[in-house]
C-alpha cells in the first residue's frame, strides 16, 4: 500500500499530476516528525495536535530529567491520539548541550527522540530517530 508522502505538492494535485508516493514506515516517521515540530494551537483544525518541546524553546532548562518526562508524556499522548498505525510506543528523550559552528561557536540544546513501536498493520519493528537544537527550535 502505498501512502502521500509529506509535504504534499498540491500544486501537482490541481494539475492531476501524481503525488510523491512512500512506504508505511516512511508516512508514520513523516506523522512523528511533524507531531515532534508543531506547536500547541499551530493547527487550526485541532489545537492539541502538537508536541510539548515547543514550550521549552528558547528556556534555560534547569531541570534536565523534568524536561524529559514533560516531553516523552507530550510524545506519547500526541502519537496515540494522532498516529494509530502504531502500537506499543515507546519514547526516549536525550538531552545535551553541544558545541555548535553552524554561524558561530555556541552551546545550543540538542534534544534527541528515539519513538519504536510496532506497525499495527505489519506486526513489523519501527524505530524513528531525529534530533533538534532548542533555543531556537531546528531540525537535522
Known amino acids: 500500500m502505498d501512502y502521500y508522502k509529506v509535504p504534499l505538492k498540491l500544486d501537482q494535485i490541481v494539475k492531476k499530476q501524481d503525488v510523491n508516493r512512500c512506504s508505511l514506515k516512511e508516512s508514520v516517521a513523516g506523522m512523528i516528525h511533524l507531531i515532534a515540530t508543531s506547536n500547541f494551537g499551530e493547527c487550526k483544525h485541532d489545537e492539541t495536535f502538537g508536541c510539548e518541546i515547543w514550550n521549552h524553546d528558547f528556556e534555560n532548562i534547569t531541570n534536565a530529567q523534568t524536561f ?20 506499543f510506543v515507546k519514547v526516549d528523550i536525550e538531552f545535551e548541550q553541544v558545541l555548535t559552528s553552524i554561524k558561530r561557536r555556541r552551546v545550543k540544546n540538542r534534544v534527541s527522540l528515539i519513538v519504536t513501536g510496532k506497525l499495527v498493520i505489519t506486526n513489523e519493528d519501527f524505530v524513528f530517530r531525529e534530533h533538534f537544537f532548542i533555543g531556537p527550535l531546528s531540525y537535522y
Open 68 to 87: 524529559k518526562e514533560n516531553v516523552r508524556a507530550s510524545m506519547i499522548d500526541a502519537i496515540a491520539k494522532f498516529e494509530k498505525r502504531i502500537e
